[in-house]
C-alpha cells in the first residue's frame, strides 16, 4: 500500500488548498470500509489529527479546523480529500492522510505553507 499526498504549496492567510491523497496497491476491497484521516506535523512536534472521514462518509474535525476544513473521500478513486479554507499561519504543516487505526505506511505528505 501507497499513500500519496498532493495538493500542498504556499498561499496567502485567508487562502485555500484542497488535498488529495491517493491509495495505491492490491487495497480496492479495503479501501471502502477503512476509516480515513488527514494528519499534520510540524517541525519538532508530534502528529496530529485533523479530520476523520468513516468508510460511510461521516465527518469529524479537530476544534482547531471547524468551520474552515471539508474531509471528503471518493471510494471508487481511492482517495481522500481536504478541503481548506481560510487558511491561517499556523495551519502550516506537513499534511498526511493514513487511515484512522494508521495501520498504512506513512507517505510524504505534502507541505502547506501559509504566509504573506
Known amino acids: 500500500v501507497q499513500l500519496q499526498a498532493s495538493g500542498g504549496g504556499l498561499v496567502q492567510p485567508g487562502g485555500s488548498l484542497r488535498l488529495s491523497c491517493a491509495a495505491s496497491?492490491?487495497?480496492?476491497?479495503?479501501?471502502?470500509?477503512?476509516?480515513m484521516a488527514w494528519y499534520r506535523q510540524t517541525p519538532g512536534n508530534q502528529r496530529e489529527l485533523v479530520a476523520t472521514?468513516?468508510?460511510?462518509?461521516?465527518?469529524n474535525y479537530a476544534d482547531f479546523v471547524k468551520g474552515r476544513f471539508t474531509i471528503s473521500r471518493d471510494n471508487s478513486r481511492k482517495t481522500v480529500y481536504l478541503q481548506m479554507n481560510n487558511l491561517k499561519s499556523e495551519d502550516s504543516a506537513v499534511y498526511y492522510c493514513n487511515s484512522i487505526d494508521e495501520d498504512w505506511p506513512w507517505g510524504k505528505g505534502t507541505q502547506v505553507t501559509v504566509s504573506s
Open positions: 472521514i468513516f468508510s460511510g462518509g461521516s465527518p
Open positions: 496497491g492490491s487495497i480496492f476491497s479495503v479501501f471502502s470500509p477503512k476509516h
